[in-house]
């Protein structure tokens, strides 16, 4: 739905309570209509409105919620596939179990986030932040996080096949038995990372920092590394 002028004079002639207020932002939101609920949201004075939201198992394909401020909200269950999240605040919000299969993440800021057993699938997160942030047995297959801030995120046991890691900083990382086959690493930052049980068959890891990792017998090497 596109806000028009006449439909913005509208809602607040109709809106002759807070309440009501609420309740129209909120359908908008969950119409995928975010950026500009928060924008209206602003012209009432309620600056951070959708901070610590809950959407829990809701159906936001295709939305457009670029640079809002989500932080500390739960979305649990929900679906993201084909939605804007560029640059948006997510910082400890809970995503876990969520589809955010080509979703478009880049800039967006998910530190400290739950993100365990999503599916984010060809997802575009270039300049991603996850630091500190929980994927542990996600789905990140042909996933984009190029120049990402990955310090310390957890994805252990994450089916990330192909994924792109470039130039991202995965310092101090738990990839313990993550599927990282085919993928591309050049220029990472690896130090500290845990590679136990990590399969990095055909990885590519040139000028790639590995000061310092932890690795085991179980660990795959690319060929000839």
Partial sequence: M???????????????SNQEIDAKLYDLFSAGNGAQAEAIAATFGKDNF??????????????????????????????FSGASLRGADLTDADLRGTFLIGTDLSGAN???A????????????????????????ASLMDADFEDGNLKGVNMS?????????VLANLE??????????GANLSGANLSGADL??????????????LDNIKYDESTKWPKGF
């Avoid at 596109?2 to 002759?16: G, H, N, R, V, Y």
């Avoid at 939201?53 to 649990?76: G, I």
């Avoid at 101090?172 to 086959?181: S, T």
């Avoid at 136990?196 to 920092?209: E, H, I, P, Q, Y």
């Fill in 172 to 181: 101090n990382a738990n990839l313990f038995g993550a599927n990282l086959r």
């Fill in 50 to 79: 959708f901070v610590g939201t809950e959407f829990v198992y809701h159906d936001f394909s295709d939305a457009e919620m670029s640079n809002m401020n989500l932080s500390k909200s739960n979305f649990s269950l929900s679906i």
């Fill in 114 to 137: 739950m993100l365990n057993r999503m599916k984010g699938n060809r997802t575009n997160g270039a300049n991603i932040n996850l630091q500190n942030a929980n994927l542990s047995g």
């Fill in 196 to 209: 136990s049980d990590c399969n990095l068959t055909g990885v590519r890891l040139r000028l790639a920092k």
């Fill in 2 to 16: 596109k806000l028009t002028k006449p439909i913005l004079k509208q809602i607040i002639k109709e809106a002759l």
């Fill in 157 to 165: 046991n994450a089916n990330a096949k192909k994924i792109k890691l």
């Fill in 110 to 112: 998910l530190s400290g």
